[in-house]
């Protein structure tokens, strides 16, 4: 299966993305890169409370939203910035955007359950925890890790 071209954010020409949401545990369901087909080849868990968040992947920082894209700052792990449009689909995420390198990506984001109760976000000069429900994502310059509590 091919993933056809970018559309915009929610398919309706000339709207905006919508921001990411203040509290969520996200599992990857798919990706494509570079318009390639979907598909996943590991486990992916992004966290999100307020501002922060930690990707499984093995970064982490802040979200901010300019109306219209979400740039995910990359404070801890892997460098960088993406930036991406998000929309939804039913229960789904559905996030297209450029990495760094200038490379292209889709990915479609699943809510994980038990993302109520507790959450937080931890800093230190070299890692980052998030933590929504009972879902924890560590990240430092080495990788980044998922528990679920």
Do not use: C, K
Not at 71 to 84: I, K, L, S, W, Y
Not at 91 to 96: D, S
Not at 129 to 135: A, E, S
């Amino acid at each position: 299966m091919t993933v056809p071209e970018p559309e915009p954010a929610d398919g309706i020409p000339g709207r905006p993305g919508v921001p990411v949401p203040e509290h969520g545990a996200w599992l990857r369901r798919g990706i494509s890169r570079n318009g390639g087909p979907l598909h996943e080849d590991r486990e992916v868990v992004w966290l999100q409370t307020g501002p922060y968040y930690a990707d499984s992947r093995g970064f982490a920082g802040t979200t901010s939203f300019d109306g219209s894209q979400v740039r995910f700052h990359h404070v801890t792990g892997e460098p960088g910035e993406d930036t991406g449009t998000f929309r939804w689909e039913g229960a789904n995420l559905v996030e297209r955007g450029t990495n760094p390198d200038g490379s292209t990506f889709l990915e479609i984001w699943t809510p994980l359950p038990d993302a109520e109760g507790a959450t937080g976000s931890w800093s230190g000069p070299d890692h980052h925890v998030v933590r929504v429900g009972r879902h924890v994502v560590h990240v430092d310059a080495r990788a980044g890790t998922y528990w679920r509590l």
